[in-house]
């Protein structure tokens, strides 16, 4: 029983139950808005939620890789990959597509590159004065 805990299976699940319930608490975070309002505090916030959801994913895999046979475990192993990837893949699409508004922003607000008409008189009052 206790050989299956220290398993290479195991640790790989500890491992991936630890940063797949970050995600998943970083996640509830924004949906509940933990962050929202609270300035420079709101991404220690979030990332509270993160950590704690860590912590109790680190737990619950540890009871599961006491209870379950080595089968079950790979395949928990896979799931909770596939489960990081599509929360990586996520946030980065979300990560890109905000710099792509913030440098479409940044665009719109650049200055003209136009003399005013201020300073077209002055220009042309010295040149031909």
Do not use: W
């Not at 220290?6 to 491992?15: A, D, G, P």
């Not at 630890?18 to 509940?32: D, E, H, Q």
């Not at 994913?57 to 475990?73: D, E, P, Q, Y």
């Amino acid at each position: 029983m206790a050989n299956r805990l220290l398993k290479l299976y195991s640790f790989l699940l500890y491992l991936l139950a630890l940063a797949t319930s970050f995600f998943v608490g970083i996640t509830f975070a924004k949906i509940v808005e933990a962050g929202k309002d609270q300035g420079l505090a709101g991404g220690a916030i979030v990332f509270g939620y993160g950590v704690i959801a860590s912590v109790i994913g680190l737990i619950i895999s540890l009871f599961v890789a006491h209870k379950i046979n080595r089968k079950t475990i790979i395949r928990l192993n896979i799931i909770l990959a596939l489960c990081l990837a599509g929360f990586y893949a996520y946030y980065q699409i979300r990560y890109l597509n905000r710099l792509k508004a913030r440098e479409l922003e940044t665009q719109k607000t650049e200055l003209p590159k136009q003399p005013s008409s201020f300073a077209t008189n002055v220009i042309y009052k010295i040149t031909f004065n």
